[in-house]
């Protein structure tokens, strides 16, 4: 007693309030068939008309304490008729607590998940044509309003802010105007409507009563803490808010102990001690997003297997770029690979084990449909080379896999699809490709709105769902491209394995699925005709991502909420020694020293501090560097540098860019040539394309002529051969040879079509052809409408017709298509698998494999040439499809001539030299950056068509078809004003300006006088006696005077006015420097050579 006297009042308060709750009973929910109790609190439970919308197998065992507290409090609002809100961090905690609370009280519930794409019409009805007759469809609020279920909204900081007040008015009033001319009114004035009107004069006013059951759980997070939407006002008032906070230590370490009973209680407090730490207020200055607690539950799961590294699944430090040097080298001393693996048939179970360092674990996982047909040579047909962290991830993978979904983390090109394919391979899983955008809407990822052939409206179940239902492995490529709002409507399948279609479809867990089925004794058609389908217990996602880009502008993908959902798996770039293993084992021919070469440069890239050449790295990755080594080991005198600046697009880079790659090159002895791009000219006696019995000859290169069914659809264009275009055909040819699809990247009008039609004609290849556009969809890219008989039917486009048949399909203007679809066309091309519009898809394999019937077997002729402009200003923003091989079609200037005087031949040679130089110092400046327009080579032919048709026309009028263009940017005019007076083009010249001087004739010449020395009669100049002296002289020499030839531009002064003055040049000497003598020939040799000499005081400071 004297204890508390010496406390404050506060103190001892607390005191009395902690010393009274330990006598206090714990709370306990007690159930019986009328009514459910918690404390003090209890509900009445009715029978529910739909028992299949009652959540189940979500009450195991007991509850914490704090878990009991708050659906007490769920129970106090649910009979005060209040709606109520469940605040707090991400996780599905409170998803959860609402869901155990309507098990308890057997409630049906109507689920959606709100995103940024969620319309009214989502929320009250949507509009649905079947047999040509339009009609309202109720959704889930209205759907939980007339029948007295609870509405569920999660992910309210996620919807629009003009979308959710339209439910204030249910809310509030429990009122709501629907699109039909119903009115749904609040069932005490409904009730006292009824006692005056009879039920008829009701259903004529339209009038629809709201149940007094009905009532609403909000799920939110609290913003601005987390990203999204704030709340608003008038929306916020109706609501009873509760923060559910992560269990205590106490709470979480028994959750933790019902998991897994038999691990020892100091591990896992340990454990539950380590997660709390990292969400202690003092830790959160760090930045990181908040650590996933619940997902301790699945850590325990698989301690037994192997107790190591399991935090970082789900919380990578090497994702954010942290670095623990000890913790690093103390698990690379632990890495697990996979000793033994075998397959059981019968429960599609998969025995697994592993060895990580001196402990083996052996233990049971999901495996899938097709685990009886796993081959053993399974590996060399995916050619994977197994290494050492490869191996490691793998088993990572592996015990990840027998609990929950999980993401690979790791740069481009780090060999990611690999190893979910080789993944896929060992379990026997089938691979559903889900290509992620930046785009991408709720209903991209789940279901798709169809119209069929007769007019209705339907929908169509997209990829992910498949997946779900057949149990494959549903492959997220790109989880940081997309948005994470809409990634957000997959939580509840990923946590509990359940999912709300939009058109009121249902999937269940396979245990919640039996449940509902047994305790109603339903057949499954009986399930599926209330639109309950069963998960496929072998269903797995994993996700697919590069690491965030730390001290971006851009918000991070990888947030609080999105940690939540996955175990993470860091993969980590091959190390030199494991890339060199890589490509000697799977491309054995290629040449060992020009190969370390590479592997030194690449090695550089990576390691380099400066994020210039850092970037130039990704460019080069596992799979351009394998290409690299079959074109090496194939074309033994492949020049190096040339396919590193193919891979680089060094032609394309910024020159800060390109400066910095060229240097990285000099340090590692490789060659640099001045233009990348541009090969040397070579006689036209050593370089030939001819076909000649059977074979297609371009210079050093040969193929068999392809020999196709259908001849109709080989191209056949005018085309004017020279060594530049048979250069780049040639490089064509070496890749096409391989396998490879081509990418063909140049300004406008260097002639990429006609290269790649002429490419085709020589080959006898039939071309299928298909132009894109910012508004290209999907749809579109494989579908083609038509109307026959007054019906639109759905042809195969283009693109499917060349993966039928094995036509070579030209892709053009690749660089204006949207994201997800240069997305969908890499991943034809990357893995062979697309998903078409009418929910067919594309796969690959031989004749022997059996296929369904929704699927097309990609011809293995099939090859792909993507034609786009190149990257920058002023075009549109550069696709990036690394897969593909890369080629610059750009012209050069000497061959250019020789070309134009095709379309000319009665132009003059001189005029055709003219255009030439001056439209190739307009395109330098264009790279340089000092003009924005890259002038190309069709308007130099437009030009020259012009004066062939009409040669009286002077140069200077033709050319202002084309700079015409730039007569209202003075900036650029002057530029170009400046270029063609430089090299002879009269652009602007006036008669007016003509300076010639008056000639004066010269008299004839006289004789003035005569001079003479006098001497002798002999002639000698006897009279005149000089001195001499001998000396020997010392001669220190010869000396050799370093001589620099250096090119120097002339100018042609007749371009800005006419005087004798033809040229001059402007000699780039040091001030100090005096011309002594300069020696020219006759106007007709300096017109041929284009040299003089010359000599000067200060030599060593004078260039000549």
Request: hydrophobic share 40%.
């Amino acid at each position: 007693m004297i204890r508390f006297l010496l406390m404050s009042n506060g103190k001892a308060a607390k005191r009395l309030n902690a010393l009274a709750n330990s006598f206090r009973v714990p709370l306990r929910p007690l159930c019986s068939d009328g009514a459910v109790s918690i404390g003090d609190v209890s509900v009445k439970l009715k029978k529910p008309s739909s028992p299949e919308l009652v959540p189940v197998k979500y009450v195991n065992g007991e509850f914490p304490q704090s878990v009991l507290k708050s659906l007490r409090w769920i129970m106090q609002k649910d009979k005060l008729g209040q709606d109520v809100f469940l605040i707090g961090p991400p996780g599905p905690s409170r998803r959860l607590l609402a869901m155990q609370y309507l098990e308890l009280t057997k409630r049906e519930v109507e689920y959606i998940a709100l995103s940024r794409d969620t319309t009214e019409s989502d929320l009250k009805q949507r509009r649905e044509i079947t047999s040509g007759t339009a009609y309202y469809v109720d959704q889930c609020a209205v759907r939980a309003a007339t029948r007295g279920r609870v509405l569920m909204l999660e992910g309210i900081e996620k919807a629009e802010r003009n979308v959710l007040p339209v439910l204030n008015n249910l809310l509030e009033n429990r009122e709501m105007q629907l699109e039909d001319g119903r009115f749904l009114m609040a069932a005490e004035r409904y009730d006292a409507l009824l006692k005056e009107h009879s039920e008829q004069e009701m259903d004529a006013w339209k009038l629809v009563r709201v149940s007094e059951d009905f009532r609403v759980i909000a799920l939110g997070l609290p913003v601005p803490r987390y990203h999204g939407n704030p709340l608003d006002p008038p929306l916020r008032s109706r609501f009873q808010a509760r923060d559910i906070h992560l269990l205590p230590f106490k709470d979480q370490l028994a959750v933790l102990q019902s998991a897994c009973p038999h691990l020892p209680q100091e591990r896992l407090a340990q454990l539950a001690s380590f997660a709390h730490t990292l969400q202690s207020t003092e830790l959160a200055s760090v930045g990181l997003p908040d650590f996933p607690i619940h997902n301790l539950v699945n850590i325990v799961r698989i301690m037994d297997i192997n107790p190591k590294t399991l935090i970082r699944r789900t919380h990578s430090q090497n994702t954010f770029n942290l670095d623990d040097r000890k913790t690093n080298k103390s698990l690379s001393t632990s890495v697990g690979r996979i000793t033994k693996f075998s397959t059981e048939s019968s429960a599609s179970m998969a025995s697994v084990e592993l060895t990580t360092g001196k402990w083996n674990t052996v233990f049971e996982t999901r495996a899938g449909n097709e685990a009886t047909h796993v081959k053993k040579n399974k590996t060399e047909e995916l050619q994977f080379v197994m290494t050492k962290s490869h191996s490691k991830v793998l088993a990572d993978m592996l015990e990840s896999h027998a609990v929950h979904d999980f993401c690979l983390v790791g740069p481009k090109g780090c060999g990611k699809s690999v190893l979910v394919q080789q993944f896929a391979n060992f379990l026997g899983y089938n691979i559903e490709p889900v290509v992620l955008y930046q785009d991408m809407t709720a209903r991209d990822l789940l279901q798709q709105r169809i119209t069929l052939a007769n007019g209705d409206t339907s929908w169509r179940y997209s990829p992910l769902v498949m997946a779900a239902l057949e149990g494959s492995i549903a492959e997220l490529d790109g989880i940081h491209r997309v948005n994470p709002g809409t990634l957000a409507v997959l939580q509840r399948l990923i946590s509990e394995r359940e999912l709300s279609l939009y058109d009121g479809t249902r999937l269940l867990d396979h245990e919640r699925f039996k449940a509902i089925k047994e305790d109603n004794n339903w057949s499954d058609q009986e399930m599926a005709s209330r639109g309950i389908l069963c998960i496929h217990p072998s269903f797995r996602i994993i996700g697919l991502a590069e690491p965030p880009m730390i001290g971006s502008s851009q918000p991070q993908w990888l947030n609080s909420e999105l940690l939540s959902m996955f175990l993470f798996h860091h993969v980590s770039p091959l190390s030199k020694q494991e890339e060199a293993k890589v490509i000697y084992d799977l491309v054995p021919g290629s040449p060992r020293d020009v190969m370390d070469k590479l592997l030194d440069l690449t090695g550089k890239l990576r390691s380099s501090k400066d994020p210039t050449v850092s970037s130039i790295a990704s460019s080069l990755s596992t799979r351009q560097l394998l290409r690299i080594a079959r074109r090496l080991a194939n074309y033994p005198a492949e020049d190096l540098e040339h396919s590193i600046h193919k891979a680089c697009l060094t032609r394309f880079l910024p020159r800060l860019a390109a400066s910095s790659l060229e240097k990285v090159l000099n340090d590692s002895g490789i060659h640099v040539q001045k233009d990348p791009s541009v090969q040397e000219p070579v006689d036209a006696s050593d370089f030939v394309c001819e076909i000649k019995d059977g074979e297609l000859h371009i210079g050093q290169t040969t193929v068999p002529i392809y020999n196709p069914e259908n001849k109709t659809k080989v191209p056949d264009v005018l085309f004017y051969e020279n060594h530049q275009h048979l250069n780049v055909m040639e490089d064509m040819l070496k890749d096409f040879v391989l396998g490879e699809h081509l990418l063909l990247v140049g300004n406008q009008g260097v002639g990429k079509n006609k290269i790649a039609d002429r490419f085709l004609h020589l080959l006898n290849r039939p071309r299928e052809y298909i132009q894109l556009h910012r508004d290209t969809t999907v749809q579109s890219l494989t579908l083609q409408p038509n109307v026959q008989d007054g019906v639109i039917i759905y042809e195969d486009s283009p693109l499917v017709r060349a993966v039928k048949f094995g036509h070579v399909l030209v892709v053009d203007e690749a660089d204006k298509a949207p994201t997800h679809v240069t997305c969908i066309l890499k991943s034809l091309v990357e893995s062979g698998v697309m998903v078409l519009g009418d929910g067919r898809r594309i796969v690959t394999g031989d004749d022997t494999t059996p296929l369904p019937g929704n699927a097309i077997r990609a011809h293995p002729d099939f090859r792909m040439i993507v034609l786009a402009n190149r990257p920058g200003f002023p075009f549109l923003e550069m696709i990036s499809l690394d897969p593909l091989a890369t080629y610059l079609a750009v012209m050069r200037w000497i061959i250019q001539t020789s070309s134009l005087k095709w379309y000319g031949p009665s132009v003059p040679q001189e005029l055709l030299h003219k255009l030439v130089n001056a439209f190739g110092e307009l395109r330098s400046r264009a790279d340089q950056g000092l003009i924005s327009y890259p002038y190309s080579t069709r308007e130099v032919v437009s030009i020259v068509k012009h004066l062939q048709a009409f040669p009286d026309e002077g140069l200077a009028n033709v050319v202002r078809n084309v700079f015409d263009f730039d007569s209202y940017h003075p900036e650029v005019k002057d530029v170009v004003t400046e270029v063609l007076h430089k090299h002879g083009i009269p652009v602007g010249a006036s008669t007016r300006n003509v300076n010639l001087s008056k000639e004066f004739p010269l008299p004839s010449p006289t004789l003035v006088s005569t001079w003479k020395i006098p001497g002798d009669e002999n002639g000698f100049n006897a009279g005149i006696n000089c001195p001499v002296e001998e000396r020997k002289l010392k001669m220190r020499g010869p000396v050799t005077v370093p001589v620099k030839p250096r090119e120097i531009e002339r100018f042609n002064d007749r371009s800005y006015g006419f005087s004798e003055q033809v040229g001059h040049w402007d000699l780039p000497m040091h001030e100090g420097g005096v011309v002594m003598s300069v020696a020219v020939g006759t106007g007709k040799e300096l017109s041929k050579t284009g040299s003089y000499s010359g000599s000067g005081t200060n030599p060593k400071q004078t260039t000549v």
